[in-house]
């Protein structure tokens, strides 16, 4: 549907143009914030994994301790300096799973930050659409 102006066909090819550099764009976006959403997936596997061994260490310090610690109470009325060795290795392992585990709650009281910073980001997209596009996404 022509309207007989010499200017239409330009009009077309302009606004084709734009479209066509808007798709650009939005794709652009879109796999910035998929990558985004990855660097963050992978934060979140390094602290779980984190949570994990510390947990682990935790669980293994602490068990050490009670075998110890029923070997000390065990041996408790001998004679001689088995007494002192296994104290102090009563103390060390129930002190390294105490600090372990307190390091572990920590990591779990923390919580997780999955997905804020693309939250964020597409939050700043929002309002930038919203004010008509006055800032440009980054």
């Known amino acids: 549907m022509t309207d007989g102006t010499p200017g239409g066909e330009a ?5 084709f143009a734009s479209l066509k550099g808007l798709f650009g764009t939005s794709l652009a976006l879109a796999q910035n914030r ?11 596997r390094g602290r779980l ?3 994990l061994t510390f947990g682990a260490i935790a ?8 075998v110890f610690l029923a070997v000390f109470l065990t041996v408790l ?3 001689s300096h088995r007494l002192l060795a296994l104290g102090v290795f009563s103390a060390l392992f129930l ?4 600090a372990t585990l ?5 990591f ?31």
Not at 11 to 15: D, E
Not at 59 to 66: D, E, R
């Open 59 to 66: 669980l293994i310090c602490l068990s050490a301790g009670l």
């Open 34 to 44: 998929l990558q985004l959403l990855g660097v963050e997936l992978a934060e979140e």
């Open 108 to 138: 779990a009281r923390a919580g997780s930050t999955l997905f804020k910073a693309s939250l964020a980001e597409l939050a700043r997209d929002r309002e930038a659409l919203a004010q008509g596009g006055a800032s440009a996404p980054r």
């Open 77 to 79: 009325l001998w004679d």
């Open 102 to 106: 307190l390091v572990a709650v920590n």
């Open 95 to 98: 002190g390294a799973g105490i």
């Open 11 to 15: 009009s077309r090819a302009g606004l």
């Open 49 to 51: 994994l984190s949570l």
